[in-house]
Nanobody
Framework: QVHVVESGGGLVQAGGSLRLSCTAS????????MGWFRQAPGKEREGVAG???????RSTDSVKGRFTIFQDNAKNTLYLEMNSLKPEDTAMYYC????????????????????WGQGTQVTVSS
């Protein structure tokens, strides 16, 4: 059984940084596409960044140059390094794994992911 757990969220001032972590038991990193998603109150869940099983990454335009997704396969851990945070980055952040092979263009589509964590809250104050 796959169990996904996020951590690292918190309250930070605008311009600050946070690093989110995601561990996933029951699957082998490197065999699955992984992604970070976020959902703000009253808004739909959106793809933030994803990484294919081949290590190809994609980020949504609003976070390019500020957020970096990477993983440590030996530790079965996915990360999202977030810098220059803005109030509009405030949301619940979710980690997800896809059991099907995803291409670069589909990395940010939440409906293609099968396993989800409970989320970690990120709040950026102005």
């Amino acid at each position: 059984q796959v169990h996904v757990v996020e951590s690292g969220g918190g309250l930070v001032q605008a311009g600050g940084s946070l690093r989110l972590s995601c561990t996933a038991s029951g699957l082998t990193f490197g065999d699955y596409a992984m992604g970070w998603f976020r959902q703000a109150p009253g808004k739909e869940r959106e793809g933030v960044a994803g990484i294919t099983s081949d290590g190809i990454t994609r980020s949504t335009d609003s976070v390019k140059g500020r957020f970096t997704i990477f993983q440590d396969n030996a530790k079965n851990t996915l990360y999202l390094e977030m810098n220059s945070l803005k109030p509009e980055d405030t949301a619940m952040y979710y980690c997800a794994a896809a059991i099907t092979r995803l291409s670069w263009w589909s990395l940010l589509l939440p409906n293609l992911y099968n396993y989800w964590g409970q989320g970690t809250q990120v709040t950026v104050s102005s």
